[in-house]
Nanobody
Framework: QVQLVESGGGLVQAGGSLKLSCAVS????????IGWFRQAPGKQREYVAV???????NYADSVKGRFTISNDNAKNTAHLQMNSLKPEDTAVYYC????????????WGQGTQVTVSS
């Protein structure tokens, strides 16, 4: 079993920074990518960023240049460094881990709230 636990959310002023963490436990050898989605009130969940086992990263256009995803393999923890935060970044941020191709292989964390005040 693989479990994901997010941390690091909170309240920050516009222009500030937060660092989210996603601690992964269990059978981590099967994971080939870890990423983040977010969901704002009344909106659909949207993709934010992903990092694969080779360290290749990808970002949504809305966060490119402001957010950085990284993976600390020694600690089985992924991080999302968020800089220059905007009020529109306010959302619940969900970490996910892929153990294969297809939604049936995707595991989710419980989410962490990020609120950016103007």
């Amino acid at each position: 079993q693989v479990q994901l636990v997010e941390s690091g959310g909170g309240l920050v002023q516009a222009g500030g920074s937060l660092k989210l963490s996603c601690a992964v436990s269990g059978s981590t050898f099967s994971i080939n990518a870890i990423g983040w989605f977010r969901q704002a009130p009344g909106k659909q969940r949207e993709y934010v960023a992903v990092i694969n086992g080779c360290g290749t990263t990808n970002y949504a256009d809305s966060v490119k240049g402001r957010f950085t995803i990284s993976n600390d393999n020694a600690k089985n923890t992924a991080h999302l460094q968020m800089n220059s935060l905007k009020p529109e970044d306010t959302a619940v941020y969900y970490c996910y881990a892929d153990r294969g191709l297809g939604p049936q292989f995707r595991l989710w964390g419980q989410g962490t709230q990020v609120t950016v005040s103007s």
